[in-house]
C-alpha cells in the first residue's frame, strides 16, 4: 500500500475504507472523513486518478484496486486490517456510467456496470462484513442513485445495476443487524461530478436537468438547483455517525426532490 500518510498500528484511529474514492463524491468523502481525524483507505482503480487523492490531509493511504474483481477486493481488505487496522466503515462510493438504450446497449457496457456498480458492492460488503461479524460493530454506506427507483431513458442498465446494489444493501443490512452492524443507502439525483458531465456528453444542461426533459419523460429539480458533492457527502457522514445508530436498512434521497419522494 501507498498513500500520503499511513496510519501505525499505535495510533488508533477508526477506520474507513472507500470505494470509488477519486470521483467527485468519492473523494469528498475522503476529504470529510480525513478531516475528522479518521484514518482512510482510498481505494480507486485508476492509477492516474488516484494520485489527486495525494493531496489529501490527514491519515490517507491510496490504494489502487478493482472492486469488479474478487482477488483485489479480498487483497485490500486483508491488507488493511492486517497493516492498518479493523475497518470500523466503509463507504461504496464506487460507479460508472454508460449510456445508450436498450437496442443499442453492447454486452460489454451491461456487464462492466453490473460488475462494478453491483459486483463491486457485493465484493465489498461480503469482505468487509465477514471481519465486522466478529467484532459485532461496523457502519456501511452504499452510494447509489434516485435512477434506481425511478426509470430514466438511455440508463437501463445503470438504472438497474443501482437498483440491484440498493436491494442487496438492505438484504446486508438484515442479515447483520443482529451483529450490531449498520448498512444504509444514499441515493443521489444529479450531482456536479464528471458522471454528470457524461451523461450531458460534456456540455452545460444543467438549466434543462433542473427544468426537466419531457421528451424524455424526466422531470425537473424542484428545489431549482444542480447538487454539489458536499451535499451528498452530509448524508453519507450522517448514516456513518453515532447520531444514526438506531437506523439501518435505510435510503436517504438527496436529489432536490426530482423524484417527488417517491
Known amino acids: 500500500m501507498t498513500g500520503s500518510q499511513q496510519a501505525s498500528n499505535a495510533e488508533a484511529s477508526p477506520v474507513a475504507l472507500v470505494t470509488g474514492a477519486a470521483g467527485g463524491i468519492g473523494r469528498r468523502v475522503v476529504d470529510r472523513l480525513a478531516a475528522q481525524g479518521m484514518t482512510v483507505v482510498a481505494v480507486d482503480r485508476s492509477a492516474d486518478a488516484s494520485k ?11 490504494v489502487q484496486g478493482d472492486v469488479a474483481v ?3 477486493v479480498e487483497r ?3 491488507d488493511t486490517e492486517r497493516d492498518i487496522g479493523p475497518i470500523d466503515y466503509l463507504v461504496n462510493a464506487v460507479g460508472i456510467l454508460r449510456v445508450g438504450d436498450v437496442v443499442d446497449l453492447p454486452d460489454a457496457d451491461w456487464e462492466e456496470m453490473f460488475a462494478v456498480n453491483t459486483g463491486g458492492v457485493f465484493r465489498m460488503i461480503r469482505a468487509v462484513v465477514s471481519r465486522m461479524v466478529v467484532r459485532q460493530r461496523g457502519a ?7 435512477a434506481a427507483r425511478t ?6 442498465a445503470y438504472s438497474a445495476s443501482k437498483a440491484a446494489a440498493t436491494m442487496l444493501a438492505k438484504c446486508a443490512a438484515l442479515e447483520v443487524a443482529k451483529y450490531g452492524i449498520r448498512c444504509n443507502i444514499v441515493s443521489p439525483g ?10 450531458w456528453e460534456n456540455q452545460d444542461r444543467a438549466d434543462a436537468t433542473i427544468a426537466g426533459v419531457p421528451d424524455k419523460f424526466r422531470l425537473g429539480i424542484p428545489l ?3 447538487a454539489e458533492p458536499d451535499d451528498i457527502v452530509d448524508a453519507v457522514e450522517f448514516l456513518l455517525s453515532d447520531r444514526a445508530r438506531h437506523i439501518t436498512m ?10 417527488l419522494g417517491i
Open 190 to 199: 444529479s450531482t456536479r461530478t464528471e458522471m454528470l458531465r457524461v451523461s
Open 151 to 156: 426509470p430514466r431513458a438511455s440508463m437501463s
Open 76 to 78: 485490500i481488505v486483508a
Open 250 to 259: 435505510q435510503e436517504l434521497t438527496v436529489d432536490g426532490g426530482a423524484t
Open 140 to 146: 456501511i454506506v452504499t452510494v447509489s442513485s434516485n
Open 224 to 226: 431549482g438547483r444542480i
Open 70 to 72: 474478487a482477488a483485489d
Open 52 to 62: 489527486e487523492l495525494r493531496s489529501v490531509p490527514g491519515r490517507v493511504t491510496i
